[in-house]
Every structure is written in structure tokens, then in C-alpha cells.
T-cell receptor, first 115, second 111 residues
């Protein structure tokens, strides 16, 4: 089945620890995105990438880092510099061809909790 | 900066009633608008995509309209069912490939 796979589903982080969230897609999409979702708020963009080995900061990139070494993979690292990391993290992908008809697809999310 | 607003934040209706969900955006320079459904603790499922040149899209009991000039979209769900209970989010795609999201409308359909 084509789709986006995020892992793990639940993740617990201790104070001062870096953790990495995985996102893999087999849709052959060029663009990949990371969003953060907090209760009662819309999704906020952390980072996005339109091509391998290139990525751009979104609206709330501080305390996060990403890499895009392969088209299929876009891992997100939540560093110890992120002071309030408890949230639901969503990965998405889309084609960048035919921009009018470009549809975004999402993974099932990773819930990160600081313990 | 594009701002997307969804009103109301929550809605409760009896089964069988039609649902009307609203989405407004501040900048009409968009490529398309997408409606999503999100169940608790889950990811987003795409429902409908409307290109900027289109006025509406339909899929089964769902119909979405777009008035780009006034910055509005409406999602209609006919003959609601308890299984329609979820949070519905709209998102617009501006010029630079990113999506801007509203906070969503949480719908409860009472049996």
C-alpha cells in the first residue's frame, strides 16, 4: 500500500535528551513536511523539504532539526533546546508537479511526551 | 501572512441533520484548498481538494464550495451519521508550496 509511515506512535523523552521521529513515504513525492499539533490550535509547520539534501525552516523551527538524505525519508530530531516538546507530530508529503492539483497526504502521527 | 479561521470550534447535531462547516482565509492568492478529517489521536485523512479555479467539489455525501475572492470555503455533509463525528480541518496552499491550517471544527453527531 502506498502511504506515509511514522514511527514510533508514542515516544517519551527525558529532560535534556534528543529524540528522533521517523517518517517514510513510498508515494514518490518530492515534498515532505513536519507539523506540530497542540490542543485547540491548527497545525504549525516546523520544517519542509522539496528536494533531497535541501530543506527550509517553517514557522516554529527552533529546537528542531531535520535531514533529507533520501527522497523517501525525512526524520525529525527534537533537541534538548526545544523547551516545550510535548505535542502530536505529523509528517506529510505531496507532489510538487501540477501545483493546482497537489494533494497533501499525512501519516498517523507520533505523540511525544516529556517525562 | 495567511490566516485561516474555522467557525464554530465545535458543533453537535442529531443524526440525520445536514452539517455546514465554515472556513475563511485572509489572502486569496492560493493554489488550492483542502478539507481533512481527523479522528482522535490519528493523522489527517484528505476528504476533498478544490483547485483555485473551481467553485465546488463533491464526493458522496460531501460537498465543498470555494469563493476565492471572498476568502471562504464551506464543507457540507448531508444526512449526518454518528460515524461522521471527528474534527474537520481546512488548509489552503499559498504560492510557496506550504499549507496553512485552520484550528478545526470538532463535530459530534448524536444517535
Amino acid at each position: 500500500d502506498g502511504g506515509i509511515t511514522q514511527s514510533p506512535k508514542y515516544l517519551f523523552r527525558k529532560e535534556g535528551q534528543n529524540v528522533t521521529l521517523s517518517c517514510e513515504q513510498n508515494l514518490n513525492h518530492d515534498a515532505m513536511y513536519w507539523y506540530r499539533q497542540d490542543p485547540g490550535q491548527g497545525l504549525r509547520l516546523i520544517y519542509y523539504s522539496q528536494i533531497v539534501n535541501d530543506f527550509q525552516k517553517g514557522d516554529i523551527a527552533e529546537g528542531y532539526s531535520v535531514s533529507r538524505e533520501k527522497k523517501e525519508s525525512f526524520p525529525l530530531t527534537v533537541t534538548s533546546a526545544q523547551k516545550n516538546p510535548t505535542a502530536f507530530y505529523l509528517c506529510a508529503s505531496s507532489s510538487i508537479q501540477e501545483i493546482l492539483n497537489t494533494e497533501a497526504f499525512f501519516g498517523q502521527g507520533t505523540r511525544l511526551t516529556v517525562v | 501572512k495567511q490566516e485561516v479561521t474555522q467557525i464554530p470550534a465545535a458543533l453537535s447535531v442529531p443524526e440525520g441533520e445536514n452539517l455546514v462547516l465554515n472556513c475563511s482565509f485572509t489572502d486569496s492568492a492560493i493554489y488550492n484548498l483542502q478539507w481533512f478529517r481527523q479522528d482522535p489521536g490519528k493523522g489527517l485523512t484528505s476528504l476533498l481538494l478544490i483547485q483555485s479555479s473551481q467553485r465546488e467539489q463533491t464526493s458522496g455525501r460531501l460537498n465543498a464550495s470555494l469563493d476565492k475572492s471572498s476568502g471562504r470555503s464551506t464543507l457540507y455533509i448531508a444526512a449526518s451519521q454518528p460515524g461522521d463525528s471527528a474534527t474537520y480541518l481546512c488548509a489552503v496552499r499559498p504560492d510557496d508550496y506550504k499549507l496553512s491550517f485552520g484550528a478545526g471544527t470538532t463535530v459530534t453527531v448524536r444517535a
